[in-house]
């Protein structure tokens, strides 16, 4: 590979540097044949938990090229020292070669360079901008190419991102940054390193609302082509909440105040009217599902409290009544209790409850006066994922895992015999378990398995064995569908090395059903650590879709929230009652494409789960 380096004095880049908006890494690139495009990666340590003063630094970053595509670089570099350290772009082979043992690919060169020679105290307000000049050579399909971003030498897969590079045009379905002029700015603090987002979205009325995203209880994101509006406008206190319920064009948006639960609708997605239940709450309490009974015209909604599972049954009247108890104010007469193992969402919209007590697997149901406890496993210890999926008025239930359950089951939610073992699954966790048209589809630790004869068989998807692929040393924290179609699944993964300060790996990978390719989306990569440059959090994380339109989210360096829209092959056909929450995603060369090879050595890579 050939490369050119030059720099700019730090000193006077200081004004242009202030000035500039800290913007995501680009997700994909359109290219004509030797015609150059840059790649920039930023850095900033403004935002950082603690004080870097005094301590030395020497920001490394990374690119990862075909063999034959040539490249310049470049870099800018501010901090506020009264004399800052000289910017000096220094080749650095042992990084490269680090990471052509532990990620390498064939046909492809990593080439590294840090900012100066040996590390430099760099100041408590550090930022800076590197950018590969990269002239491409014999592109007649798409590559993928990765960069990275430290701040040490020995940091080379700090800050991981992937780009997809495309010979003439971007595909139409491939993502497309989103342009919002008021984006919602994030109030929470400490966003550095691996987070846990649990949010849940739904679509409604063109718009796609979205619980818990930054803390707050909902925002609404409306679309107009390539710009997106955000509103954030709330106006009640919540502590607690549950995801929202359509019926007949209106959403209803359960939540818990200090005043007791509150039932707020809305027609539109912006304006929310709230109605009071009368059932008392306190900071403790937890509002489980929110279902409404067509048949009695009546809501049924499940809380708990103190660790106790209750119900009750709300009016559907027309007049000032609507959404007060019926009958008992206390609700059932005997609370339940036990670990929530399952929310489930039955064809008719009502909703059940899989509790797990002194070693019983029961599935719970709203009765008249008390609940209706249907035992399905007895003395049986089951893991802690356990998805589920209800199509008709069939319950299917997925347990991994080396435990006397093992199975995959399925049970008639009209009655009449209990839980019927189908067949063996796999010795490892399963995730998620998702329908399209023709089968099924469970994602488990090493595999993505098939069925088309309802469960009493699966087959691998993938080409290639995962355990064939494995490179020990990853576990993987979560594998989970995020939307599934006839043709195309999306999955996202999420791994750990096991090391404190290496971050997580996260990717959103899409898996042709009829080929059984995977491929990564641009994009994919690290999480950030706490000791990594790209502060906050800039993973992609799946938000929900309006119709066939995906989107997808992260933060910028800014903490603003960023979307992106994508679609996937074919519509989107039903993983009917699967709720799987939204918080928890090409190649190149000929016969197998490299991209497609290496997609599948990554996830075969993170083989090994966290126990």
Not at 259 to 267: A, P
Request: glycine fraction near 10%; proline fraction near 5%.
């Amino acid at each position: 590979m050939q490369f050119s380096g030059r720099f700019l004095a730090a000193s006077s880049l200081l004004l242009a540097i202030a000035g500039c908006k800290w913007e995501l890494v680009d997700t994909n690139y359109a290219v004509e044949e030797a015609t150059s495009f840059t790649l920039e990666r930023h850095l900033s340590t403004d935002s950082f938990s603690g004080s870097l003063m005094g301590d030395e630094y020497n920001p490394l970053s990374c690119v990862s090229l075909p063999a034959d595509w040539t490249h310049e670089v470049d870099a800018e570099f501010t901090s506020n020292l009264a004399e800052p350290p000289v910017l000096e772009l220094t080749l650095q082979a042992s990084a490269a070669l680090a990471l052509e043992e532990s990620f390498s690919r064939e046909g492809f060169d990593w080439t590294c360079y840090s900012a100066f020679p040996t590390a430099e105290t760099m100041g408590d307000v550090a930022q800076g901008t590197v950018t590969f000049t990269i002239t491409p050579h014999n592109v007649s399909a798409p590559v993928q190419i990765f960069s990275t971003l430290g701040l040490q030498v020995n940091q080379t897969m700090s800050a991981l991102a992937l780009h997809d590079v495309f010979p003439g045009t971007i595909p139409a379905g491939e993502p497309v940054r989103l342009d919002d002029e008021a984006p919602l700015v994030s109030p929470l603090d400490g966003l550095e390193g691996p987070q846990n987002w649990d949010i849940t979205s739904t679509s409604f009325n063109g718009k796609l609302l979205v619980n818990n995203l930054t803390g707050l209880p909902m925002t609404t994101f409306s679309f107009d082509g390539d710009a997106v509006v955000t509103g954030t406008e709330f106006p009640f206190p919540v502590d607690a909440f549950s995801e929202p319920v359509v019926i007949d064009g209106e959403l209803v948006f359960p939540i818990s105040t200090e005043g007791g639960i509150v039932m707020v609708t809305t027609v539109d997605g912006e304006v929310w009217s709230p109605v009071g239940t009368g059932i008392e709450a306190s900071e403790s309490t937890e509002i489980i599902a929110l279902s409404f009974d067509q048949e009695m015209n009546r809501w049924e909604l499940i809380v708990r409290e103190a660790e106790l599972l209750n119900a009750y049954f709300l009016s559907n009247s027309d007049d000032e009544g609507r959404f007060l108890v019926i009958g008992s104010e206390s609700g059932m007469e005997t609370p339940a209790s036990g670990i929530v193992r399952g929310k489930i969402k039955a064809a008719d919209g009502k909703s059940l409850v899989l509790l797990h007590d002194n070693d019983v697997l029961s599935l719970l149901e709203v009765g008249e006066a008390d609940w209706s406890v249907t035992p399905l496993l007895n003395g049986a210890v089951v893991p802690s994922s356990m998805p589920t999926l209800v199509m008709g008025d069939t319950l299917y239930l997925a347990i991994g895992g080396d435990v006397e359950a093992n199975g995959f089951y399925q049970y008639s939610l009209s009655g009449g015999g209990g839980l019927q073992w189908v067949s063996s699954l796999p010795l490892e966790m399963t995730y998620s378990l998702a329908a399209f048209d023709g089968g099924l589809l469970l994602t488990t630790t090493d595999s993505l398995l098939v069925s088309i004869d309802d469960g009493a068989s699966w087959e691998q998807l993938l080409n290639d064995s995962m355990a064939v692929l494995v490179t020990a040393g990853w576990s993987l924290t979560s594998v989970d569908i995020q939307a599934l179609t006839g043709r195309e699944a999306l999955v996202n993964i999420s791994a750990w090395n096991g090391v404190s300060d290496v971050p997580f790996l996260s990717a959103m990978v899409k898996v042709d059903l009829e080929s059984g390719n995977a491929t990564f989306m641009g994009g994919s990569g690290m999480e950030p650590s706490i000791s990594s440059p790209e502060t906050p959090d800039t993973s992609w994380r799946y938000l929900g879709k309006v119709g066939d339109v995906h989107y997808r989210w992260t933060f910028n360096l800014n903490k603003e929230v960023v979307l992106e829209r994508f679609s996937l092959k074919a519509s989107v056909s039903g993983a009917s009652g699967s709720e799987t929450p939204a918080s928890r995603g090409s190649s190149g060369g000929g016969g197998l494409p490299g991209i497609f090879l290496f997609a599948l050595v990554l996830i075969g890579w993170l083989r090994l789960r966290q126990p």
